[in-house]
């Protein structure tokens, strides 16, 4: 059994920060790609940005230079770092990693159960 377990979510002013843990816990041989995707009430669910295993990130247009994603492997975790938060970024956020687990030949894609996130204007 493997689990994501988000965390950071809130309620923020616009022009503000919010920093987002997601910690991958269980069976776990390996992780490749770990990522933040974003779903607003309406709209379909996107990406936000993607860390490899071995560091190289690629960002959503609407959040470069704003948002930053890092991960720990020791840990088996992503975070997403969100300043100069925007109305436009509120959302849930959903943590996303291509995990390997023991036992198991190939890598599956787990999700997290979302954090919300608020930007009051």
């Known amino acids: 059994q493997v689990q994501l377990v988000e965390s950071g979510g809130g309620l923020v002013q616009a022009g503000g920060s919010l920093r987002l843990s997601c910690a991958a816990s269980?069976?776990?041989?390996?992780?490749?790609?770990m990522g933040w995707y974003r779903q607003a009430p309406g709209k379909q669910r996107e990406l936000v940005a993607v860390?490899?295993?071995?560091?190289?990130?690629n960002y959503a247009d609407p959040v470069k230079g704003r948002f930053t994603i890092s991960r720990d492997n020791a840990k088996n975790t992503v975070y997403l770092q969100m300043n100069s938060l925007k109305p436009e970024d509120a959302a849930v956020y959903y943590c996303?990693?291509?995990?390997?687990?023991?036992?198991?030949?190939?890598?599956?894609?787990?999700w997290g159960q979302g954090t919300q996130v608020t930007v009051s204007s």
């Open positions: 996303n990693a291509d995990i390997l687990g023991y036992g198991l030949g190939y890598a599956q894609s787990y």
């Open positions: 269980g069976s776990i041989f390996g992780i490749n790609d």
């Open positions: 860390i490899s295993s071995g560091g190289s990130t």
